[in-house]
Each structure stands twice: as structure tokens, then as C-alpha cells.
């Protein structure tokens, strides 16, 4: 059986080595398409977005990879709280423009905390991007104080999580950005204290509510 475990850890990281350069070479189709672009005066906007599609996709891949590892480094430091969610929707925005989904922000924290800004980051853009596709016109990123933590949720107007969605294992897409979510939470702990994430449907508009419990 040990050997078995063996020859699987040798596989998965075969396959993380795959995805990585996989992940490069669609960075490089990036540059080229850029490249073509501007030599040809043209625009191509949808090619963009799938190979950005594709690379976000590969890259949370690997994190998940690491995370089921035990190899995803942390790096927790005081992050101000408004410019998180702020960076968070500029990423997404022209994603949501093209789908004609409007996207607020709200700040009720206005302070600090000290977090791994690029994980939760990738939490709060995964999130938003689910919430974008499931909308039906509006959805909301709010920071609060919650029970001595922070609290980072996204709700959409959409028809909301369906009943006992999987968080522990990775299946599909969907799954495998709520498995990179809950785990990440997870990993951030603090006075005896760990991250959790909530799922539900209601909140303020209505629809699915993600909340990311940080202590």
C-alpha cells in the first residue's frame, strides 16, 4: 500500500509539472496574441479571455495541488481591507461589463488585517467570477467585523447554492474553487482561532451568499 501512495505522490506531481508548463506556454500565446495585435492593428478581445480563462483555471489547479500537498507557503501579513476588495473587483470588472452585471463594493471594516493577500485574494476573484456567471443583474463584495474576525462575502441576485454543495473535494470546477476556498480559510489561524468559509442562499439580493470567515 506504501508503495501505492508512492507511485500516486509520483504521478500527482508529474501532472503539477505538466499543468505548470502548460500554464507557461498559455502565457506566452499571450504575449504573441498581443504581438499580433499591435502588428496587425486588430483587436481580439474573446482570445484574450479565453486564454486568461484557461491560464486562471491551471494556475488555481496548482494551488489546489499544493494545498492537498501541504506545500502551499503563507505569507500573513496586516492588509488594508478596502484596497483587497477594491483590487479584487478591478480584476473581475471587465467581466462583469461584458455580462451586464453590476458589481458593488462595500467597505464596513476600514482597516487591517493581517491575511495572505495573494490567497484570498484568488478566493475573493474566484468567488466574484462564480457570482458574475450565476447573476442575474447585481452582486455585492462586502468586508465587515464578524464576531471578533473579518468577514468577506459576495452575494449575487441569482438563484442561489444548490442544497449540500460539496466544499471538501474537488469536483469540477465549481468544486475545485470552493475546495482552494474553504482550505485557505482554514489555513488562516489566529488565537486558537481558524478560517471558515459559509455557503448560503439569502443574504441582502437574495441569491447564492459566500462568506470567507477570516480570525
Not at 479565453?50 to 501541504?70: F, K, N
Not at 479584487?88 to 493581517?114: C, H, K, M, N, S
Not at 455585492?140 to 441576485?157: H, K, Y
Request: hydrophobic letters at 45%; proline letters at 5%; aromatic letters at 4%.
Amino acid at each position: 500500500m506504501r508503495v501505492d501512495m508512492q507511485h500516486t505522490l509520483v504521478g500527482a506531481d508529474v501532472l503539477a509539472s505538466g499543468i505548470h508548463d502548460a500554464k507557461n506556454r498559455l502565457f506566452e500565446a499571450q504575449t504573441l496574441l498581443a504581438q499580433a495585435e499591435a502588428e496587425q492593428g486588430v483587436k481580439l478581445p474573446d482570445a484574450r479571455v479565453a486564454i486568461s480563462g484557461a491560464a486562471t483555471r491551471l494556475s488555481r489547479t496548482l494551488i489546489a495541488y499544493r494545498l492537498l500537498r501541504d506545500q502551499q507557503p503563507m505569507a500573513i501579513v496586516p492588509v488594508t481591507v478596502a484596497e483587497l476588495i477594491e483590487d479584487a473587483a478591478t480584476t473581475v470588472r471587465t467581466q462583469f461589463e461584458r455580462a451586464a452585471v453590476g458589481l458593488t463594493v462595500i467597505d464596513r471594516y476600514a482597516g487591517a488585517w493581517p491575511l495572505d493577500r495573494t490567497l484570498v485574494m484568488d478566493v475573493l476573484v474566484n468567488a466574484l467570477q462564480n457570482a458574475c456567471r450565476h447573476a442575474r443583474a447585481e452582486v455585492t463584495l462586502i468586508a465587515q467585523a464578524r464576531e471578533g474576525g473579518l468577514c468577506l462575502g459576495v452575494n449575487d441576485d441569482g438563484p442561489g447554492f444548490p442544497p449540500a454543495l460539496p466544499v471538501q473535494r474537488p469536483e469540477g470546477q465549481s468544486g475545485l474553487g470552493l475546495f482552494i476556498a474553504a482550505r485557505i480559510a482554514g489555513m488562516h489561524q489566529r488565537k486558537g482561532r481558524c478560517g471558515s468559509l459559509s455557503l448560503s442562499s439569502g443574504g441582502p439580493l437574495g441569491g447564492a451568499l459566500f462568506e470567507c470567515n477570516l480570525p
